[in-house]
């Protein structure tokens, strides 16, 4: 803080308002003052502005309680600020366009084979795909968010690498920016699950929590004192890659024993007896199947302890409130979910301390890492508009 | 920000100044208005309210270069604000007055054996003689910061657990405020050195780094984008409690295999062949005379494996551009600090994408803890002097 001028002070109330409706959906104008600090006039002036903007629209709500007149619920408009978000997986590719407040107001995917793997073509069918979409739809984006399951460099997008894209050293950020010709944030795939989780999921209003997803890989994020913990040079820390077996399997990334290689994808095909190259259908079909089962935490064997072993480390290395479990981990069986909060609990003198750690599946499903992205790009242009 | 009023903002420059003196040391007014981004008149209004009140004073330097009126010098006063730190370990308990600068005006410490190491009689001691020490000095204390190695509670001082002292639920941030008569903030021993190391030491200036120590336990703390890292409630994680030798020996925190079994003070005594209870001194000794020897690296034999798969763990966790050593681990031969850099640079994946870590001894020597606790002490006090 130096000195403010009011114009400047009134650009951030906008934008903290803006946020607020973003994040938050539609709130009165009571609700909005109390919750900013602001006074009323102060926020009448800012959604006037805003609803001649077309950013916002004041309605009467749908059921109005009690006698005197309702107060108006200030609504955010989708189509006012609208960003494309892009998901880049191992197997698959998918965009969206995503509106203020967080609406996926149309989208698109299609599957990452042989040559359409490779970074060139990945951003040219982004940038056609997106293109057709926004024709389509009438939209237009002002800024992308792209997923990667690699190490990123958030400054300029650079991908250092992905292994299981076979991608290294790739400036995402900048060819992505080139083709689409918007401002482009990249972020690592688990970081923006976090993030997603932190602004729409069950992370929401948690000051410290611990997002974990398996895919091909392990990847985490961290909300620490309610913001994204980010590495030096913006790199995220890889939680997949911690060590937790010595003279264990080989990891891809050089090491030996990571924790990837005990609970991602193919150590569950292993744990469920499936081929090598069962694909993640199968998987997935497999897990259900065990619900039914009388004892699934004995049935995948191993895999649970490695599973327990790895979020004790989480729990104590953070010292979160809550930790989210996503991707392949949200179709585990909810028996095994209920051991491994159990075991956390015994084994962990953080969570003993914390009287407690929450152990939760994600419930964002399938778009979890599309949301995030949007986030991602919405984080710098929420401020100008 | 919302709206600042003059007043505040005259405060908040205020505490911006003394704070810049504090970490910074002497400095000229034309640096201290180039680092505040404030202009030359409002820095001279700041240093003669600062210099009136007595808490800094201007002088001419000692080696004033070039021609022309040489600029002047503003000091701060050490005795102007005076901070009481208490370190407490396992086997002695320390404690300093500390002054605006962070110089040590004077120090009293004493054994923790039996009887004297149990709360009460911690605090009591910890109270009387701080009473002698400002007493003879003429000085007097406004805040206090302690050092524990235990999970302390951030908002009240609770330590839940303290296991090396067999302290469990003790409120001893309460206990210290009621005793001394000031705020006292209480920090976990590894935490407090990250600040130290962070304001005074290897990590100044450091955006992102991992401070970790090893005493009888292992533990410790992390800068994450310029902020000291807290876990949820207060409680920091604790990175001596990763499982990394998953059947291997059972640690007092309940769970097995823990890092702190492999790296801390017990294990230094079994790859040195030293007696189980050969206390501290030897250890540190026979690491001195190891440094002679051929093959430093080859007598410790696994030590060192231990010590750099977590240190890849705690590379590839947090993604830091710099590690520092404490404590104990300050009294590893330099042949084995070099073996950790190259083997941790090859083995981490995040080491590699960021162009490699810089892993240091910590330099601050026996006082760290004692500073990192008058700095947990200076926190809130520089904004009110």
């Not at 460099?153 to 992905?162: E, F, L």
């Not at 994600?362 to 986030?375: H, M, N, R, V, Y």
């Amino acid at each position: 803080m130096t000195v403010a001028r009011p114009d400047e002070v009134r650009r951030y109330n906008r934008a903290s308002l803006l946020r607020l409706l973003h994040t938050g959906g539609p709130a009165t104008r009571a609700a909005l003052a109390a919750e900013l600090g602001l006074n009323r006039s102060t926020i009448k002036m800012l959604v006037d502005g805003l609803a001649g903007d077309g950013v916002v629209e004041e309605k009467v709500p749908r059921l109005a309680q009690g006698a005197g007149r309702p107060s108006l619920l200030v609504l955010p408009q989708p189509q006012a600020v609208v960003v494309l978000a892009v998901d880049v997986q191992v197997e698959h590719a998918a965009i969206a366009l995503v509106g203020l407040g967080g609406q996926i107001l149309g989208r698109n995917s299609w599957n990452l084979r042989g040559r359409r793997r490779e970074p060139e073509e990945v951003v040219c069918h982004v940038a056609e795909s997106a293109a057709f979409l926004a024709q389509d739809l009438g939209l237009r984006p002002v800024a992308a968010g792209v997923s990667v399951p690699g190490i990123v460099r958030r400054s300029d997008g650079m991908v250092h690498g992905a292994a299981n894209l076979a991608w290294l050293d790739v400036p995402l950020g900048q060819r992505m920016g080139t083709a689409l010709g918007v401002p482009v944030a990249v972020g690592n795939d688990a970081e923006l699950g976090a993030l997603a989780e932190f602004v729409r999921g069950a992370g929401r209003g948690a000051s410290d929590a611990v997002f974990v997803s398996a895919d091909v890989g392990v990847g985490g994020g961290i909300i620490a004192q309610g913001a994204l913990l980010r590495g030096s040079a913006g790199y995220l820390g890889e939680i997949g890659h911690m060590t937790v077996h010595p003279g264990g399997r080989r990891c891809h990334c050089g090491n030996v024993g990571c924790w990837e290689t005990e609970v991602g994808e193919a150590a569950l095909r292993r744990a469920l007896g499936l081929v090598d190259d069962a694909p993640r259908g199968a998987i997935v079909a497999e897990l259900r199947e065990l619900r039914r089962d009388s004892d699934p935490v004995a049935r995948l064997g191993d895999y649970v302890d490695w599973l327990v072993l790895g979020l004790v480390n989480v729990v104590n290395v953070f010292g979160p409130e809550l930790v989210v479990l996503g991707d392949l981990f949200t179709a585990l069986p909810d028996a095994v979910v209920r051991r491994a909060r159990r075991e956390v609990h015994e084994r962990s003198m953080v969570s003993r301390a914390l009287g407690g750690v929450r152990i939760e599946k994600s419930a964002l499903g399938a778009d979890l890492k599309l949301l995030g992205a949007a986030e991602a790009a919405f984080g710098d242009v929420l401020a100008t508009v």
